[in-house]
């Protein structure tokens, strides 16, 4: 799991560090634009205040730039649009550079945000109201009939969401970081994150609060405060000092349900779906989830000619690097080659699919991915591509969990990954969910976002809160590409508790490379839409196979570290393991979890990785 949220003004708020990953897992804040040493261009005209009226009367405000006129002529050109919760002005440099290269560009309001009239219930009405854009501007004067769509994150969401209702003029989508209802917001895998309150302070009311949003101080206090005082979940959003509607809302909806399908197309409209399309994500993008399920799902059920007009690119960025890419995340560095002009990319994706021009000499295949170089300099990350995702990362080893006398519980005790299967035995851990200490002493109140990728503090924290398990080293470099997958045979003394796993490569003078993370709640082992808890000494599996892809030439001599834990975390909703209504829980719920992992014959905890030849 990596996860959600972009930036503008505001960058995109990389939550806390608990694990390594954690850090890129929330989702959506507004998308990065240029940099501020990048003067937007000057040449185009604008229409202030435009007001565009939907289906049920309620007025969307827009900001329209518009190609400079020659000589007083009229032109028309195809229409782009983005719909965004936060505020148009934010998306002012993206808007002036389309503008600037003849194609008429919309920044819109979401309903309830910015000038825009209505309530805003976040992702519930952007796809009517992205339909009813979309035929808006296919009738202005200004336009030719052609009309497109750009954004990331919430705005990658809301490029499925119009499309799954097929306005006759949307000529393409090119959804980046897309979030996913239910998926990856507003939690991930039905595990809440103290970043909604965050988030749903963000989108308080009309106007931008992102000096607020951006106050990580403030809200690391604040989170921590909570975790310490063990307030519920619930009362999060009151003890912040802002109470939510949206906050209460969402808390009704604890797992995926219809509330959540209704955002996201159905298996049918999937089918339907054969605009050309273009999917960014990165592989350390917090709505990698969302924006890898949203590609799966299309190409599943589409035919060949439809899936020949879907490209994937998956650079190595964070969430605000899938606009406006940077060659380093929390001190993972990727090089210069990471470095993609992604506006000059949609450009030349436009000009492709609505004008005729070339196809963008960038997408030389149909999936598009960055394989990040040996050690960490990152000099030699380069781009590769392959004829299909599916192909890509079809290779898996099977590597077991194992340890020696039951002894996992630590980085300097720590079981083993190996390609044997294992005899027999169990590792333990246990998860109290009145110990504050890993909140208190591991996350802190300072920022650590800048080496959060790089930092071994948890892991070397870890006793017996934990299991560590490491690979041999590696005899050669080894190329990793693909999606990892764990299973967990596991048993409980609560009827409910949350695992989370991480994936590291350790390189052979210690340096730690985080690669991977997943977070479960048992209760949700078998389904995401159901729950069932665990009975006591009842060994149950549990599948860490969330499709989320990692592109890395593993060092010769690295060995590949895996922990194995409970989230006892400032940025996640505690489970206080009673089985009951876990945003409902307190300090007087508590039950502490004894957790045993199985490592035998007839229940082989193991690992997949995707070692590529």
């Given amino acids: 799991m990596k996860t959600p949220p972009l930036g503008c003004a505001v960058l995109l708020a990389v939550v806390i560090v608990f694990t390594a990953l954690a850090v890129f897992a929330q989702t959506p804040p507004p998308a990065a634009s240029p940099s501020p040493k990048e003067s937007p261009p000057a040449d185009y005209d604008l229409r202030w205040g435009v007001k565009i009226p939907t289906r049920d009367k309620v007025e969307l405000n827009a900001t329209l730039y518009l190609p400079k006129t020659k000589d007083g002529a009229s032109s028309k050109t195809p229409a782009i649009f983005t719909l965004t919760p936060y505020i148009s002005d934010t998306y002012h440099p993206r808007a002036a550079y389309f503008a600037s290269h003849d194609y008429a560009f919309a920044l819109v309001d979401v309903r309830g945000r910015g000038n825009s009239a209505g309530e805003f219930e976040p992702f519930a009405n952007e796809a009517r109201d992205g339909h009813d854009v979309v035929e808006w501007l296919a009738q202005q004067p200004f336009c030719d009939g052609k009309v497109a769509m750009w954004g990331g994150s919430y705005a990658g969401f809301d490029q499925w969401a119009t499309a799954k209702e097929f306005p006759p003029h ?11 209802p239910s998926l990856d917001y507003p939690s991930v895998n039905n595990i809440g994150m103290t970043y909604d309150v965050q988030w749903f302070t963000l989108t308080s009311g009309r106007a931008a609060q992102n000096n607020l949003f951006g106050d990580q101080k403030f809200w690391r206090t604040k989170f921590l405060d909570a975790y310490k005082k063990h307030i519920p979940f619930k009362s999060l959003d009151s003890f912040v000092g802002n109470p939510s509607v949206n906050f209460q809302r969402i808390l009704k909806h604890p797992m995926a ?3 959540y399908d209704a955002m996201v197309p159905t298996r049918e409209q999937f089918q339907k779906i054969n605009l050309p399309i273009l999917t960014i994500t990165g592989q350390y993008d917090g709505d990698e989830l969302g924006a890898l399920t949203f590609y799966r799902d299309h190409i599943a059920n589409v035919p060949p ?19 406006t890419p940077t060659d380093e995340v929390a001190g993972v560095k990727f090089g210069p080659a990471a470095i993609v002009d992604l506006n000059d990319l949609h450009r030349q994706w436009y000009d492709w699919t609505m004008k005729n021009g070339a196809k963008p000499e960038f997408l030389k295949n149909q999936v598009a991915y960055y394989l990040i170089a040996p050690g960490n300099t990152g000099a030699n990350g380069e781009w590769k591509y ?11 080893r ?7 006398n039951g002894d996992a519980n630590g980085v300097f005790r720590s079981g083993s990954l190996s390609e044997n299967h294992p005899i027999g035995g169990t590792d ?22 800048k080496t959060a990728g790089i930092d071994q503090t948890y892991a070397l924290s870890i006793g017996n809160d934990g299991l560590v398990y490491h690979s041999e080293p590696l005899p050669s470099e080894t190329l990793l590409i693909g999606c990892p997958q764990l299973t967990l045979w596991v048993s409980i003394d609560t009827p409910d508790t ?3 796993a991480d994936l590291y490569e350790i390189q052979s003078d210690g340096t730690s490379i985080a690669l991977w993370k997943d977070v479960r709640r048992l209760r949700y082992r078998e389904s995401l839409r159901q729950e069932k808890l665990v009975k006591r000494g009842e060994i149950v599996k549990c599948e860490f196979a969330p499709g989320l892809f990692v592109a890395r030439r593993l060092m010769k001599g690295s060995r590949l570290r895996l922990v194995v834990s409970s989230p006892n975390s400032i940025s996640w909703q505690k489970n206080y393991n009673s089985g009951g209504i876990v945003a409902d829980e307190t300090a007087k719920d508590a039950r502490v979890a004894h957790i045993q992992l199985y490592h035998d014959a007839a229940h082989a905890s193991a690992i997949q990785i995707p070692f590529s030849k």
């Fill in 170 to 180: 949307l000529a393409t989508i090119v959804p980046a970081a897309a979030a996913h």
């Fill in 257 to 259: 349900d219809a509330y």
């Fill in 305 to 323: 000619e439809a899936r020949a007009k879907h490209f994937l690119v998956i650079g190595p960025w964070d969430h605000a690097g899938t606009r």
């Fill in 386 to 396: 392959a004829d299909n995702f599916e192909t890509l990362t079809a290779n898996s």
């Fill in 398 to 404: 099977m590597f077991y969990l194992d340890s020696k």
């Fill in 428 to 449: 333990k851990f246990i998860y109290d969910p009145l110990d504050t200490k890993p909140g208190e002493n591991v996350e802190g109140i300072d920022p650590k976002e």
């Fill in 498 to 500: 949350d695992l989370s």
